[in-house]
């Protein structure tokens, strides 16, 4: 069994994709995943994916407005998340990811109601559970684990193998399907311990 840690900016580019890929191949290998999807977000991370946009010719709203919709869509999920369970939360950002993947500018206040609509999300609950400590607290929670692995970029991948609990393997940026194959193919089970040596925890590939 394989324990999948994927860091996100809550609308990032290359998100959407990478969450794809990995579902994909996990599927196509019938191999057994725990997954924890991490968003962060700060201004170095929503410059970048701004940055990347442009490169794909994509419209943005202005900075300011970028940064909003950022942290908008990273308080939304934590507070789905406390709400309503992690796959709701998870469900949440995957349907907002794949209607902004292509245009970011297609981030309104509509799209987030039918979003919610579509998963059976009250406003109302959304609202009570921002307005207490636990928004935060679970915000700075998985804040605390990207600083403590080192998480620079978003989509950043970690994967751990249970059957060799010391070591863990980071992907950093879209992911190489080939990648994930070579790690999680029965007889690539040793890349693991290849990767990286003994005193480390992770090792960026």
Same mark, same amino acid.
């Given at each position: 069994m394989f324990e999948i840690f994927l860091f996100i900016n809550p609308i990032g580019i290359y998100c959407y994709d990478t969450e794809k890929q990995i579902r994909k191949t996990v599927d196509e $290998?019938?191999?057994?995943?725990?997954?924890?999807? !991490? &968003? !962060? %977000?700060?201004?170095? $991370? !929503? +410059?970048?994916? %701004?940055? #990347?946009? #442009?490169?794909?010719?994509?419209? $943005? &709203?202005? !900075?300011? +407005?970028?940064? #909003? %919709?950022t942290y908008e869509a990273l308080e939304n999920y934590h507070a789905i998340r406390l709400a309503y369970g992690n796959k709701k939360a998870r469900q949440y950002l995957y349907e907002l990811q794949k209607n902004l993947s292509k245009d970011a500018s297609a981030y309104t206040p509509e799209l987030l109601k039918r979003i919610a609509n579509k998963l059976h999300i009250k406003d109302a609950d959304i609202q009570a559970i921002k307005q207490t400590d636990y928004l935060r607290t679970s915000i700075e929670e998985d804040q605390k684990l990207a600083n403590q692995w080192n998480i620079k970029a978003t989509p950043t991948t970690v994967i751990f193998n249970e059957d060799n609990e010391q070591n863990g393997v980071l992907l950093e940026g879209p992911i190489n399907q080939q990648d994930l194959v070579n790690l999680m193919l029965p007889d690539c089970q040793k890349c693991f311990s290849d990767y990286l040596p003994a005193e480390h925890h992770l090792r960026l590939i």
């Open positions: $290998l019938g191999v057994d995943v725990c997954y924890h999807y !991490i &968003p !962060i %977000a700060n201004v170095c $991370l !929503i +410059n970048d994916d %701004a940055i #990347r946009r #442009r490169k794909d010719d994509q419209k $943005l &709203p202005d !900075i300011s +407005n970028f940064s #909003r %919709a």
